[in-house]
């Protein structure tokens, strides 16, 4: 359970940071966008991983 949190936790911290750079960013396309969106993406997918193999047992 302490794992989803902390899953829960960086999606949140990497949700505010894609956010801040997307306000700072004049371009969508920027390197640090697309690097933090790829970041958020994949920590999602582990979240999603988790929960589903969780809801199974």
């Known amino acids: 359970m302490a794992e989803k949190k902390k ?3 960086k ?3 990497l949700k505010q940071r894609l956010n801040l750079l997307i306000t700072e960013k004049s371009c ?4 640090e966008i697309i690097e933090a969106s790829t970041l958020l993406d994949a ?3 582990e979240y999603n991983e988790l929960y ?3 809801n199974r047992n």
Not at 28 to 31: G, I, N, R, S, T
């Open 7 to 9: 899953l829960l936790e």
């Open 11 to 13: 999606i949140e911290s």
């Open 28 to 31: 969508l396309q920027d390197k």
């Open 43 to 45: 920590v999602l997918n």
């Open 52 to 54: 589903n193999s969780s």
